[in-house]
């Protein structure tokens, strides 16, 4: 089964970092690009952070840009993204999904983590 | 930053048509895909590249794309076709989705 799972959400302080990864199986992980979108609560999707198959290529959203870093490592099928100076407007559930090859469009999405950034 | 424009909220009649509009500039040079979300789950894509169904999804759902719109259908509505939908579009290096439409299925 092609699944995504995610981890590392909680509450943090503002200001402060939070690791989340994403566990890939049921697929060839290293064949696609991934994406990171959140979700702010009662709001609509947001795109985070995207990573090609190979890391060549890497792009981010300018609300994020200069404070997370997308990575993976294809031999642990995993996708993390680092969040650093966390602010209160980074609070949502943060989904990973995968973009279809070729066609476009993300096909599979994990069941998100939520990350909090209060005092 | 480009922007995709949707309307709030969009009411249908229990089997009859409903359609979401997604206005952006030149839109129907782009290929836009087309996400269906239901409260508390994840976001799952119902059209790819403007009018293209993913495996599992009902005919029922189609999308076109022209001009300054797409637009998303939704044919013979259901119940359980009650949910927020999206568009998204990718633009010079960004992935960008649309504000998103609640459906309401009377």
């Known amino acids: 089964e092609v699944q995504l799972v995610e981890s590392g959400g909680g509450l943090v302080k503002p200001g402060g970092s939070l690791r989340l990864s994403c566990a890939a199986s049921?697929?060839?992980?290293?064949?696609?690009?991934m994406n990171w979108v959140r979700q702010a609560p009662g709001k609509g999707l947001e795109w985070v952070s995207s990573?090609?198959?190979?890391?060549?290529?890497?792009y981010y959203a300018d609300s994020v840009k200069g404070r997370f870093t997308i990575s993976r490592d294809n031999a642990k099928n995993s996708l993390y993204l680092q969040m650093n100076s966390l602010r209160a407007e980074d609070t949502a559930v943060y989904y990973c999904?995968?973009?279809?090859?070729?066609?476009?469009?993300?096909?599979?999405w994990g069941q998100g983590t939520t990350v909090t950034v209060s005092s | 930053s480009y922007e995709l424009t949707q309307p709030l909220s969009v009411s249908v009649a229990l089997g009859q048509t409903a359609r979401i509009t997604c206005g952006g500039n030149?839109?129907?040079?782009?290929?836009v895909h087309w996400y269906q979300q239901k409260p508390g789950q994840a976001p799952v894509l119902v059209i790819y590249?403007?009018?293209n169904r993913p495996s599992g999804i009902p005919e029922r759902f189609s999308g076109s794309n022209s001009g300054n719109t797409a637009t998303l259908t939704i044919s013979r509505a259901q119940a359980g076709d009650e949910a927020d939908y999206y568009c998204?579009?990718?633009?010079?290096?960004?992935?960008?989705f649309g504000t998103g439409t609640k459906v309401t299925v009377l």
């Open positions: 999904a995968r973009t279809q090859l070729v066609a476009g469009g993300m096909d599979v």
């Open positions: 049921g697929f060839t992980f290293s064949s696609y690009s």
């Open positions: 990573i090609s198959s190979s890391s060549s290529y890497i």
């Open positions: 590249r403007d009018s």
């Open positions: 030149n839109i129907g040079s782009k290929n």
């Open positions: 998204q579009v990718w633009d010079s290096s960004t992935e960008v």
